[in-house]
């Protein structure tokens, strides 16, 4: 037969065994919808039935129904390319079929085995050095139920039987080469082995996956959450898994890889997006970020929830059986050092506080009867500190003297530069209290992602008060994404961590996240040459603490560019040549011929040239176009390109840009890039690495396109 007869014919074989898989799916999901029926009717049978009947039954309908929706949920999430492998192997006459669950027929026997199940590592395991006992290994894509293509690798050459028919080549190749949607997608059927030791390694302690751009470390951690929910989750599931990533776009970019492997259990958030109740997405500057993210900010924010609150009374005034007590501002103030330096969270000091003003009234008590020549009796001044605790007007004075700190408000009160120094003393230079105030100072953004981290800070220095105006624990309604979702009731219940961009999360930010972790097991992905973070010792050291006590670490190193064709690699790697390591660099596998472009555009005429080259990527390549600028020129460029009206086309700033991917991207110049990170070049490198098959960069000049 001829190659594409030959095609044909094992498509429709493999077609024979998806349709009987679909069939089954079909089956389940009535038995499914079925249960969820009869739980219904239980519910309604029990409103007749006696009280405690009834609550037996309303629970076992509960339990029905929620099995029933989650079979439900599953099977649905599932459907599309359900089957995406098969292996044929030396021994056992039938093959098995690998797909994103489990499934067996009426008779238990699996038509479909679970990707993440032990059965199926050979799919990703099995080498032609190590065959594992594989003599075939097969790609089947699909769309939906209908079987599209299949392509082979063959793993024992030797051992063929003349009727294995063998068609393609290469699947992992294909599946690089075809257009990109503006979300990733999951790659459980061209999972390569370097990978899936990653994915497979052991639940505990810490596991760190480095690797340049491109190396699948972000589709590998998301990979591993839904294997390490699937295989351990009586340890993992019930306190849940967080994913961690740089922004808000990038949380959006990977947002459908998990619930299309079903697993839906696992919290993604921004590190803006942090701490509940706030939501941050502005970046400042860098030399702001460098300060607001350095570990002196803990002596800083230490130094400030301490200090005397702004428009405090300064004078307390009471009268007991006659006698004025006074307390002017200088008595009050040492009133209040000597409860701080007794320790403990100003919130959770407040009873002491009280004790300690109603001793200082009684002093005044007792000093003016001194000053009489008289003295006051123990009882009788237990009687006066009684009396006075235990009025309104003293509790409506503490209230505002002794208030509840909250977190934000501290933080905007640094916006005082007087404060900030007071706070600041010798740890920060008089430059960095004026930088560092007036970005405190100024609201109109709201909090800057870094300020989250600052946030936290203060929500733990300050303690919880026991009384909540406003809270920061519990989520506020509109937090669209995460209302509603399963989430630990303590910030450090988490079972495992997955931290992805970690070479970019300050110290501030490591502590920040390593308050969620203190039990938990922790993937941790990242590449230093992409650090835009610019004391690296710092945060290493703040990453081993936020580790704590587990030993256990592991590490891996993704060597293979997946992403970029080899020409675009090329001129990315050139700009940070000087900044890597030998070998760090990763090999880039495809080569498309079509070479990345630079052109010499005046920074007047950008105006004009961004949209031209956009518009020329937009027909040149099927699915996305990126265009990438410096922060600060972002809203130019959506300018600039609006008139454009393409859903595909997209416009990021340098910063967001981190761990996105378009098919096509036009970069527009290079220098303010560099210039707006104090790591400079690393986060061209960044940009320059988000193409898959196009790369124009509009330049006013090739200062930052080394030799
Ligand atoms: N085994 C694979 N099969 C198919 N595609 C893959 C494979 N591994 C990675 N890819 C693809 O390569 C691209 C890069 O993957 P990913 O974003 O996870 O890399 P990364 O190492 O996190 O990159 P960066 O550090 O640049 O953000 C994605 O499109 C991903 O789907």
């Known amino acids: 037969m001829s190659e594409p007869r030959v095609r044909r014919a094992e498509i429709a074989l493999e077609q024979a065994h998806v349709d009987r898989v679909y069939a089954r799916l079909g089956e389940l999901r009535e038995s499914a919808e079925q249960m969820r029926s009869k739980g219904y009717e239980i519910g309604h049978g029990a409103q007749q039935e006696a009280v405690f009947e009834q609550a037996s039954m309303l629970f076992e309908r509960d339990m029905m129904v929620f099995h029933a929706n989650q079979t439900l949920h599953t099977l649905d999430a599932e459907y599309e390319g359900l089957v995406f492998g098969r292996l044929d192997y030396t021994e056992c006459g039938e093959p098995i079929y690998v797909g994103r669950l489990g499934i067996r027929d009426a008779d238990f026997d699996n038509v479909v085995t679970d990707w993440r199940a032990p059965a199926s590592a050979p799919f990703y395991q099995a080498t032609a050095q190590e065959p594992m ?216 000091i407040r009873v002491r506080a009280a004790e300690a003003l109603l001793e200082a009234l009684a002093d005044v ?120 979702r399963h989430r630990p009731e303590h910030y450090d219940e988490y079972s495992h961590i997955v931290v992805d961009e970690s070479q970019d999360l300050s110290p501030m930010q490591w502590r920040m996240v390593g308050r969620r972790g203190k039990y938990a097991s922790w993937t941790v992905v990242g590449d230093p040459v992409q650090s835009s973070w610019p004391d690296t010792a710092e945060a290493q050291a703040a990453a081993t603490e936020a580790f704590g006590a587990r030993t256990t670490r592991r590490r891996f190193t993704l060597r293979t560019n997946y992403r970029n064709s080899a020409e675009i690699f090329d001129l990315a790697a050139r700009v940070v040549a000087d900044a890597a390591e030998p070998g760090e660099l990763p090999q880039a596998v495809r080569r498309t011929g079509a070479e990345p472009e630079v052109r010499d555009v005046d920074v007047a005429e950008l105006k004009s040239a961004v949209p031209a080259a956009a518009e020329e990527l937009l027909r040149s390549v099927e699915g996305t176009v990126g265009v990438i600028s410096a922060m600060e020129r972002v809203p130019h460029v959506e300018k600039w390109v609006s008139t454009l009206a393409d859903e595909r086309l997209k416009v990021v700033g340098s910063l967001d840009s981190k761990g996105l991917e378009y098919d096509a991207v036009v970069l527009v110049e290079p220098r303010e890039l560099i210039a707006e990170s104090t790591t400079g070049t690393r986060l061209l490198y960044v940009a320059l690495t988000r193409a898959t098959q196009r790369l124009v960069v509009l330049a006013s000049d090739r200062s930052w396109l080394a030799e």
Not at 384 to 412: K, N, Q
Not at 451 to 468: F, N, S, W, Y
Request: hydrophobic content about 40%; proline content about 5%; some cysteine.
């Open 365 to 484: 008590a007792e000093q003016a009867a001194r000053d009489d020549g008289e003295a006051i009796s123990p009882a009788r001044r237990a009687d006066l500190i009684t009396e006075l605790g235990e009025r309104m007007e003293f509790h409506r004075f503490l209230v505002v003297w002794w208030p509840v700190l909250y977190p934000d408000e501290v933080l905007s009160w640094l916006g005082d530069p007087g404060r900030l120094a007071r706070a600041a003393r010798t740890t920060l230079t008089s430059d960095e209290v004026a930088l560092l105030s007036a970005s405190f100072a100024d609201r109109s953004r709201g909090f800057s992602v870094a300020d989250i981290a600052l946030l936290d800070e203060l929500r733990v220095l300050v303690g919880k008060p026991r009384r909540r105006r406003r809270t920061v624990e519990s989520p506020e309604p509109e937090r669209g994404e995460h209302a509603g």
């Open 133 to 348: 006992d594989v003599i075939r290994r097969r790609v089947i894509r699909c769309s939906g139920a209908e079987v599209l293509d299949v392509d082979d690798d063959v793993l024992m050459a030797s051992a063929v039987p003349d009727d294995m028919v063998i068609v393609g080549e290469g699947a992992l190749m294909a599946a690089l080469g075809r257009a990109k949607g503006d979300r990733m997608r999951d790659i459980v059927a061209t999972i390569q082995k370097e990978q899936d030791d990653v994915i497979r390694a052991p639940w505990r302690g810490v596991t760190e996956i480095t690797g340049g751009p491109g190396t699948g470390k972000t589709a590998v951690a998301l990979h591993r959450a839904a294997y390490l929910l699937y295989r351990h989750r009586r340890q993992l599931g019930g306190a849940g898994v967080l994913v961690i990533g740089p922004s808000g776009v990038f949380t959006s970019y990977i947002s459908r890889v998990l619930p299309a492997m079903g697993e839906t259990d696992v919290e993604l958030r921004a590190l803006g997006e942090v701490l509940d109740g706030f939501t941050a997405e502005h970046v400042d500057p860098a030399a702001v970020a460098a300060i607001k993210g350095s570990l002196r900010m803990r002596k800083v924010l230490q130094r400030a929830i301490r200090d005397t609150p702004p428009d405090v009374p300064t004078r307390l005034r009471m009268v007991y059986q006659g006698q004025v007590l006074t307390l002017e501002r200088d008595a009050l103030e040492r009133v209040r050092k000597r409860v701080l330096a007794s320790g403990g969270q100003p919130n959770r």
